[in-house]
């Protein structure tokens, strides 16, 4: 389409603004490339990477945010829990307690801000999704969604993703979004 206008002689553009235009097309040509080579090379660090591919089996995490986080967290190791994963990234609401009454407020937003952005992204596209799946996730996005709204559902998915990522990579198992808990045991508390 620019192409098209570029050459069109009966658009009354000048030669200045012809040539212009036509270093700006091929600029944005060049940065697509290099966009898909970036793509292309993040993709081949997923499939290579157990941890990464490991991530990006959960709903809401695609390559990027996969490859994101385990880039940037190394060791998952290095949390002593799945909440202190999430607190990390700024996904857990500040807390004032006072008189041994606990009230919950906004979400912090400490943390890493771009892992933090792509989790939140990628819980926009799986609650946007919900409806249409049948597990126990996405059923629980679904009520979750109509009981406090679109945005609290988005953060509080991306929040258990974080603490699932977590579980999934220190402890070695596959994520079934079917699974169900057991009672806790005194190991896990």
Same mark, same amino acid.
Request: charged share 20%.
């Given at each position: 389409?620019?192409?098209?206008?570029?050459?069109?002689?009966?658009?009354?553009? !000048?030669?200045?603004?012809?040539?212009?235009?036509?270093?700006?097309?091929?600029?944005?040509?060049?940065?697509?490339?290099?966009?898909?080579?970036?793509?292309?090379?993040?993709?081949?660090? /997923?499939? !290579?990477?157990?941890?990464?591919?490991?991530?990006?089996?959960?709903?809401?995490? @695609?390559?990027?945010?996969?490859?994101?986080?385990?880039? !940037?967290?190394?060791?998952?190791?290095?949390?002593?829990?799945?909440?202190?994963? @999430?607190?990390?990234?700024?996904?857990?609401?500040?807390?004032? !307690?006072?008189?041994?009454?606990?009230?919950?407020?906004?979400?912090?937003?400490?943390?890493?801000?771009?892992?933090?952005?792509?989790?939140?992204?990628?819980?926009?596209?799986?609650?946007?999704?919900?409806?249409?799946?049948?597990?126990?996730?996405?059923?629980?996005?679904?009520?979750?969604?109509?009981?406090?709204?679109?945005?609290?559902? /988005? /953060?509080?998915?991306?929040?258990?993703?974080?603490?699932?990522?977590?579980?999934?990579?220190?402890? @070695?198992?596959?994520?079934?979004?079917?699974? /169900?808990?057991?009672?806790?045991?005194?190991?896990?508390?």
């Amino acid at each position: 389409m620019p192409a098209e206008v570029i050459e069109d002689a009966g658009n009354e553009l !000048s030669g200045v603004a012809r040539l212009a235009l036509q270093r700006a097309h091929l600029h944005w040509i060049d940065i697509d490339l290099q966009m898909a080579w970036c793509d292309e090379r993040i993709a081949c660090h /997923v499939r !290579s990477d157990e941890r990464a591919k490991a991530a990006a089996t959960l709903q809401g995490i @695609g390559p990027i945010t996969a490859s994101a986080l385990v880039a !940037s967290v190394g060791d998952f190791g290095q949390f002593a829990n799945a909440c202190q994963f @999430g607190a990390w990234l700024g996904l857990v609401p500040s807390q004032d !307690s006072s008189g041994g009454k606990a009230s919950l407020g906004r979400i912090k937003r400490r943390g890493d801000d771009y892992l933090r952005t792509l989790l939140i992204q990628g819980a926009k596209s799986a609650v946007m999704r919900a409806g249409q799946r049948s597990d126990r996730i996405n059923q629980w996005m679904v009520q979750l969604k109509e009981r406090v709204g679109w945005q609290k559902a /988005v /953060v509080a998915l991306a929040n258990k993703n974080a603490r699932i990522l977590w579980a999934v990579l220190t402890r @070695g198992k596959a994520f079934d979004p079917n699974h /169900v808990p057991g009672p806790p045991t005194e190991a896990g508390l």
